[in-house]
């Protein structure tokens, strides 16, 4: 009798935008074990285009790569700066996402996007639900929102993530600014009336990744999500604890006092909500996750920073 020969499932191609980014640099990682990733930075590779601001380039990578899976973490995410550049920020965040989904939905296949909290107006103090009304207060916020409708009206299979104040051990980010601050000066003054839940990068790949894992077998669980950390704190709450942490570790530090401030008293060209609590419990349902608590991810970074700084 013959031998049933074992179905052999092939590698699907994950093609990855923005690989240098703080989130992106993450997905590498996370990604790897799920395909055959093709990762791009901005200045592409091998003739492919990682360029998103290149409509054409991007169709023609999109086309010759034909992924399974499109995972775009390249974005305008300057907030500030998207007041001046509106075009390039609604390019970025609006256009190319939209051809994105639009590619997909033609071959088939999912495409992994990340938005923001910045997509609500920061009123209240209840944490924000998917379907809870959108209302921008920037440029950054607008484009955002304008990228996630059109993934979601292309009818294309999605995965968008909505996700809040973003770290990663690598480059900059508000903890290690303030840990640099404390140690030059005695004071220092802090917004306190912005509120939400510092995310790491490391933990928006390793979900994604998860999310995507289950997706190939249930593709009704496509959607939008909410996805931050658990808990929430202030600017300066947060500040707080990273000297706490420093303090405790034995850290020199020259800092004597930290003001609570009002977000009036730091103008800058974008408005930023004041509530940006996102209500995750729907990506832990549909996802069976638990999402730590933020101040584990933030004291892991700093652990990893003090290390390599000494
Ligand atoms: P980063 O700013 O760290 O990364 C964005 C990446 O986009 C960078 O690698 C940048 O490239 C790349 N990029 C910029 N312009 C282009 C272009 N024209 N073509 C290709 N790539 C380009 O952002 P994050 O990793 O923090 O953000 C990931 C996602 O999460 C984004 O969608 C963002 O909107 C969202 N988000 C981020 C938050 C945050 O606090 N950071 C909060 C909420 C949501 P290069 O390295 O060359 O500059």
């Not at 600014?177 to 790491?200: C, F, H, S, Y």
């Not at 704190?233 to 000297?243: E, G, K, L, Q």
Request: overall charge neutral; charged content about 20%; some cysteine.
């Amino acid at each position: 009798m013959a031998r049933m020969q074992p179905a052999i499932k092939e590698t699907p191609t994950i093609l990855l935008l923005g690989k240098n980014g703080q989130v992106g640099w993450e997905l590498q990682r996370s990604l790897a074990p799920l395909g055959n990733v093709i990762a791009l930075g901005r200045n592409g590779k091998d003739g492919l285009c990682g360029d998103i601001s290149d409509l054409d380039g991007l169709r023609r990578t999109i086309e010759q790569i034909n992924p399974a899976m499109l995972v775009n973490a390249a974005a305008y995410t300057a907030v500030d700066k998207a007041q001046s550049e509106p075009q390039l920020a609604a390019t970025l965040n609006h256009h190319a996402p939209a051809l994105m989904a639009e590619r997909m939905k033609a071959h088939g296949g999912c495409l992994v996007h990340y938005s923001t909290d910045y997509v609500f107006d920061g009123s209240g103090d209840t944490p924000w639900q998917e379907t809870s009304p959108t209302g921008p207060l920037n440029v950054y916020g607008a484009t955002k929102l304008a990228g996630e409708q059109a993934i979601q009206a292309s009818g294309c299979a999605h995965l968008i993530f909505r996700t809040s104040w973003v770290y990663a051990s690598r480059g900059n980010n508000f903890a290690k600014t303030m840990l640099r601050l404390a140690k030059e000066r005695e004071t220092l003054n802090v917004i306190n009336d912005q509120i939400g839940t510092p995310t790491g990068a490391e933990l928006i790949a390793d979900v994604t990744a998860h999310a995507l894992r289950q997706w190939q077998h249930q593709p009704a669980a496509a959607g939008t999500y909410h996805l931050a950390a658990s808990g929430e704190t202030s600017w300066y709450d947060y500040a707080r604890y990273v000297f706490d942490w420093a303090k405790r570790g034995g850290l020199p530090l020259a800092i004597q006092s930290v003001t609570p401030v009002p977000s009036e008293d730091y103008p800058v060209p974008a408005i930023r909500p004041k509530n940006s609590r996102l209500d995750c419990r729907k990506l832990e349902r549909t996802f069976n996750l638990q999402l730590p608590d933020w101040k584990q991810g933030v004291e892991r970074m700093l652990q990893e920073t003090n290390k390599e700084a000494s």
